[in-house]
């Protein structure tokens, strides 16, 4: 930048702060419709509801979003990020919350944009190329909080028709893209809400408006008992009846994850004890077009390591040391079971190929032809860990074709979608 010293002090000083110089306003005749002064005359909102909201929602969000990541960074993990194997049920735990979070925000999202609509038409549009940025910011935590709500709903619901892309990589980047939109968004907004919640609480109706309201509804024959006047809502009725709502919601899916609430769970895709064997499924074998393979009498599991080569059919699977093992299958979709498989040991048929459980990596591929849950791998942590089964069994009978019959991946702590069902290949010191 070219100095001038000849220039007076505030004039550079203004200068300097461009984006806060005053841009010159529309033409005046813009403003009609929701552009016009008063458009929105609701006393329901105020600073206050909407920093309230705000905060909820804050809190939700946030919550959904570290639970969301550990998510990502236990499906897809860097080398520096360990996943504990105990407890068995904390993924249950952390998933549960991500979607019971997520749902909760379905009425917080909607009440909180109704409090703030209205700045949509605020005039004029853009006062200082610092006003059209911080507007910029956000649209784009609205239409990031949006797009997460409503795909997570899509997501937990099973329905892709509306999403032409593949929902968990648009949701993971969109995650970043809310979280830091939501981060500026407080940034901003702090000082805005603690002045809000410092001041005393003013009364629900402003008296001037429910003396205004009094009037009008004494004009209005219908409603000329005055009582009627203030039927309207409260301030502290609309945050009530916000909360009932998340509480709701909530009420009526986490069931989908905590057993004994099962029977509440009206409004949740799954219930946990739904199911053949009483354990929801999410691909049944015939939507991954395995039925003729997994039955098929000449099925063997082959199981390739650095020290040999086994091809093992269902006899053969049952004659070696069986374990049983209570552990949960907790999908991403936020819905959870716990069962009681029964089959054998990773642990030991790694060691029959001639390499170490403690320092393998697996990789388990299902008979499944293709898509993208076909494989998963399993850690070494996870490898040598007594309760990562092959499983043949659920609840003592053996594997229903739709939870993976004849072998199914079962391990403790792990995501729903690497607990690979129709096992047909084992590969020892594969890719990590
Ligand atoms: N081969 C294969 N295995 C799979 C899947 C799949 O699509 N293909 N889905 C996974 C998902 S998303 C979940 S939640 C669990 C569910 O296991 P269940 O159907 O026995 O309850 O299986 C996993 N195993
Ligand atoms: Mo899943």
Redesign the pocket.
Known sequence: MVRHPDAPLNERRRRARWWLAPLPPPPAALRRGPLRPDAFPSPLRSTRLTSRLGIALGVAFGVCFLTGLLSHLIQHPPGWFIWPSRPVWLYRLTQGVHVATGLASVPLLGVKLWSVYPRLFTWPPVRSVAHAAERASVGVLVAAALFQVIGGVLNISRWYAPMPFFFTTGHYWVGWLAAGALLVHVGVQLPVVTAALARPQPPDLPPRRAEAAVAEAAVDESAADPAVARRGMSRRGLLTATAAAAGLITVTTVGETIRPLSGLAVLAPRRPDV?PQR?????SADG?G?RAAALDPSYRLLVDGPGGHLSLDVAALNALPQHTADLP?A???GWS?TATWTGVRLADLVALVGADPARATVLVE?L?AA????SSTVPPQLTRDPLTLIALRVGGEPLHI???HPA?LIAPNR????????IGRIAVGGPR
């Open positions: 199911g354990v929801p499924v999410n691909k991954a395995v299958i999908c991403v979709e079971a299902s499944q898509g993208r849950y076909r739709d939870h993976g199914r995501p729903g979608v690497l607990q690979t069902k129709w």
